[in-house]
């Protein structure tokens, strides 16, 4: 299935490269995959009364290491400082963050809808189409729909399929990809050795451009 | 018998060099690996869910020194001082439940003061987690945010590996405290013991930062170029075990240096760049000159509120080095121009290295001059009063005469903490300890037990207020018990002093709360086998303490001094450091 336009730079917040402004920001944190080490993360955030806007956690591409992609609204200067708080923690092997500019995202969603309404309203198949919906589970009842995309456009096919009678909706966190970190794979496959390459273990955030991070 | 001796021999050789495998108990496993890691005490408490560990432990009393506390915080606490005077990690046991929430205000001390220490808890069967069984509490996520690292056990398999980590994790790197929570069925356990590997790596776990030497560089290019440069140092130059580098590293620069309360002792108080105390309560000079310095090395330190003042005002003129071995200390508080990410024991000589040898003779004595106004204004009537009443500043005078700066001192949290930091006289390092972060009044009576078994042949004298005392004065019989040797000054003033202080100065005197009623101490003290006096009149402070020093054993000896002194200088809150107050 086709997917639509890539994130484009109109998600990105006001405010970028201005400072203090918040906006929001994308952390992947690869760990270990332990028991309370979620706990250990969300209470940085908590401490702090720092809101977590969505957080994804499922297995990597590596075995035994978890990736957690968390989204929250702050300044740069806030995330620099939980990102450094998060890779502190033991079973953390590394943070990155990135504003939305610099990540390709995606959330998913569903929408249960009553099967008679579509079967009657020509109309709403198309408006389903039109926004890259597609069936799941069709049942005389009912029919589940999907859709992925950024949080505007899930939310346009909620407004959308309200009058037809939407039974149910839910909505994934967000994952994010992130774009200039070619070869993290292989950099993520040297944290297996027991003396990393400096470049690795340093403690670096993929900025826009694959900046290392310096002070 | 020749053949016999040989045989013997080669079987001894082949059972240290092989891995020896034996059935153990969890329980067993746990002791072994304590010895192994070179564990000499123990301080804890016994309860249901840890029975099966101390069942162990009847057997392995040569070996390990078991020192029964009388409550939970008293053990953690002591295990803290212990921590803190040898250099070791401290052990401590604890049960399930109450045992367990009792450790917390420890390890959250331990956790703000870097402290290395390895609890264990007990925790309930395995198949009774989250049943709400008797004494089961959820330790792990207790503990969590106030904990390096903290993990459950329920298989006895994991013991010798999850214990090797403990321990690496606690002392390496930013040192702290780890929690590992063993189910009662683990530590019943029987499974082959394979031997005992300490641990040496983690592969998530980055102890000390990649030194860069381009920051080296910078930093010394910085400091070479200074006209007023300014050393303030913390306890990451005791905990890197760095002092002897940052003695000569001060010494080659000529820098004045400054210290964070927990950073006391790192070179001796009497050395001649050695400028003072820094924060709320700190000298006035190195307060006052932090807002006038060109460059500011901040060395294993953190920059704490109470030592920076109001940020926004604090040391805005200068260029920030900031050494450090925990990355995310880094631009948290102060902004850094160079920031130099490492173990100070590695990167302190190579900025020694790359400086020039330096004599900064007027700029130290501006200092001295500063020097002069607080000794006139503050210092002088503090530690020679011309009050009836006896002052705390001149207790620690008196003591400092009589220890000759060599004893450990353990404070506890309040007016004479600072007073005792302020004054007393430290000739080596790992002499001062105290709850510096987390503020923690009733640690100092434990943590004095645990600091004397961490350094038998040193001198430990306790000065408490008369309000921490009575939080943890049930520890006295862990003093009974063990005849551990332990000094204690009590300065009685009455009140707690430094809420009542703060009363006074910002709350028009409105003195809620902070007129506390005490036992007689001394009487309390005789209850549990200790000597001890209880004195007001000046004439018997010398005779007193002379007393107290050189009786065979532990003695309290209480002070009683002014009622409504005040500490000063002082930085009010939300001041800067520059506006510290001598008045």
């Not at chain 2, 300890?433 to 037990?449: D, E, R, W």
């Not at chain 2, 101490?521 to 050189?550: C, H, N, P, Q, W």
Request: hydrophobic content about 40%.
């Amino acid at each position: 299935m086709e997917n639509k336009n890539q994130a484009n730079n109109t998600s990105l917040s006001p405010g970028e490269g201005q400072g203090e402004a918040k906006q929001e920001f994308n952390i992947t944190v690869y760990t270990e995959n332990q028991i309370g080490l979620l706990n250990r993360i969300a209470i940085i955030f908590t401490r702090r009364k720092i809101n977590i806007d969505s957080l994804n956690t499922s297995p990597s591409e590596i075995d035994s290491i978890h990736r957690f992609n968390i989204v929250i609204t702050e300044s740069e200067e806030v995330v620099r400082k939980l990102t450094r708080q998060i890779e502190k923690q033991v079973e953390v092997l590394k943070v990155y963050y990135h504003t939305n500019a610099d990540v390709v995202w995606q959330e998913l969603a569903l929408y249960k809808v009553s099967t008679d309404v579509i079967a009657e309203k020509v109309s709403v198949e198309r408006l389903l189409r039109e926004n890259g919906a597609r069936a799941v589970t069709i049942r005389k009842d009912y029919t589940v729909f999907e859709a992925t995309g950024h949080r505007e456009e899930t939310d346009n096919l909620i407004k959308i399929l309200q009058p037809y009678g939407l039974i149910e909706f839910v909505r994934s966190a967000r994952v994010a990809i992130i774009k200039d970190s070619e070869g993290f794979n292989s950099k993520l496959r040297e944290f297996e050795r027991l003396e990393p390459g400096e470049e690795v273990i340093e403690n670096e955030y993929l900025n826009q451009g694959q900046k290392v991070f310096t002070m | 018998m020749e053949t016999q001796t040989i045989t013997q021999e080669i079987g001894e050789t082949t059972a240290a060099t092989q891995p020896v495998s034996k059935e153990l108990s969890g329980s067993e496993a746990l002791l072994e690996a304590l010895i192994v890691e070179g564990v000499d005490t123990i301080f804890g408490y016994p309860g249901g869910a840890i029975m099966p560990i101390y069942d162990a432990l009847y057997d392995y009393s040569e070996k390990l020194n078991h020192i029964l506390v009388r409550h939970e915080q008293g053990g953690i606490h002591a295990g803290q001082g212990y921590a803190r005077t040898s250099g070791k990690v401290g052990v401590v046991f604890a049960t399930s439940g109450p045992g367990a929430t009792n450790l917390v205000t420890g390890l959250a001390d331990a956790q703000i003061d870097s402290t290395p220490l390895v609890c264990i808890t007990g925790q309930v069967f395995a198949h009774l987690l989250g049943t709400d069984a008797f004494q089961e509490t959820d330790v792990i996520n207790i503990t969590t945010p106030i904990t390096k690292w903290n993990y459950q056990v329920t298989d006895a398999t994991e013991i010798p590996e999850v214990i090797a980590k403990a321990f690496y994790i606690a002392r390496s790197g930013r040192p702290g405290p780890v929690l590992i929570d063993i189910t009662k069925n683990a530590q019943i356990q029987k499974f082959q013991f394979e031997g005992y590997t300490p641990c040496n790596h983690i592969r998530s776990y980055r102890p000390k930062p990649i030194v860069r030497p381009q920051y080296i560089q910078q930093a010394a290019e910085l400091i070479n170029n200074a006209k007023k440069p300014f050393i303030i140092w913390g306890q990451g130059v005791i905990l890197g075990s760095a002092e002897k580098e940052f003695k000569a590293f001060v010494e080659k620069s000529g820098i004045p240096a400054a210290w964070t309360i927990l950073g006391a002792g790192a070179i001796p108080t009497d050395h001649p760049q050695n400028v003072g105390m820094l924060g709320m309560h700190g000298n006035y000079g190195p307060n006052v000159l932090t807002n006038e310095c060109d460059v500011l090395i901040a060395i294993g330190m953190r920059f704490d509120d109470r030592v920076t003042g109001r940020l926004d005002k604090y040391a805005k003129q200068a260029k920030v080095i900031h050494l450090d071995i925990d990355p995310a200390e880094i631009d948290k508080n102060v902004k850094s121009t160079v920031p130099v990410w490492g173990d100070c024991k590695e990167t302190i000589p190579m900025l020694t290295q790359l400086v020039e040898q330096r004599q900064h003779t007027e700029w130290l004595n501006t200092f001295n001059e500063y020097t002069r106004k607080e000794v006139e204004q503050v210092i002088h009537e503090e530690l020679n009063p011309s009050t009836e009443e006896m002052t705390m500043g001149e207790v620690i005078k008196h003591l400092n005469e009589l220890t000759n700066g060599d004893a450990v001192i353990v404070t506890d949290v309040g007016q004479h903490q600072m007073v005792a930091c302020r004054y007393a006289k430290f000739n080596n390092t790992r002499s001062n300890v105290t709850s510096g972060g987390l503020g923690t009044m009733g640690f100092a009576l434990p943590a004095a037990i645990g600091a004397k078994f961490g350094a038998q042949q040193r001198d430990v004298v306790a000065i408490i207020g008369d309000g921490g005392f009575q939080m943890t004065l049930q520890e006295l019989g862990t003093i009974m018990q063990t005849g551990v040797n332990v000094k204690i000054v009590i300065l009685n003033n009455r009140f707690l002093g430094m809420v009542r202080q703060w009363q006074e100065l910002f709350n028009q005197r409105r003195y809620s709360f902070v007129d506390i009623q005490s036992p007689d101490f001394v009487t309390v003290a005789k209850g549990y086998g200790i000597a001890g006096k209880s004195i007001s009149d000046r004439s018997e402070l010398e005779g007193s303490l002379k007393e107290m020093l050189a009786h065979d054993g532990s003695f309290l000896l209480e002070v009683f001094v002014t009622k409504e002194n005040n500490v000063f200088p002082m930085v009010p809150q939300g001041c800067s450091v520059a506006e510290i107050r001598l008045k």
